[in-house]
């Protein structure tokens, strides 16, 4: 069984960075397609960052040249490092993992609602970001 623990999230000013981990269980780093998703206030679903085995790591516009998606293969953690953070950074962070990691599509209600289809998934960590 696949098991996903993000951590690293809180409560900081704009400008500052944070630095969020997902702890995997039950998986081969480099073996399938992992991803972070944001779930903001009043805003869809947005699919952050993602990487594919063997590819380059993909970045929204929203968060490209501050954002960068590592995986330490020996610990088996995914990390997102996050700098000069935004207050519109703020939401509910989650790792995902599955074969294939997408968008979410546009009838999805919110990020939980659509990472649920996918292999693995964690509960979320909070991200605030104060201006």
């Known amino acids: 069984e696949v098991q996903l623990v993000e951590s690293g999230g809180g409560s900081v000013q704009a400008g500052e960075s944070l630095r969020l981990s997902c702890t995997a269980s039950?998986?081969?780093?480099?073996?399938?397609?992992m991803g972070w998703y944001r779930q903001g206030p009043d805003v869809k679903c947005e699919l952050v960052s993602s990487i594919s085995p063997g590819g380059e790591p993909y970045y929204a516009d929203s968060v490209k040249g501050r954002f960068r998606l590592s995986q330490d293969s020996a610990k088996n953690i995914m990390y997102l490092e996050m700098n000069v953070l935004k207050p519109e950074d703020t939401g509910v962070y989650y790792c995902a993992a599955d074969e294939v990691i997408a968008p979410p599509a546009p009838r999805a209600a919110d990020c939980l609602q659509w990472i649920q289809l996918f292999r693995s998934w964690g509960q979320g960590t909070q991200v605030s970001v104060f201006s």
């Open positions: 039950g998986l081969t780093f480099g073996a399938i397609d």
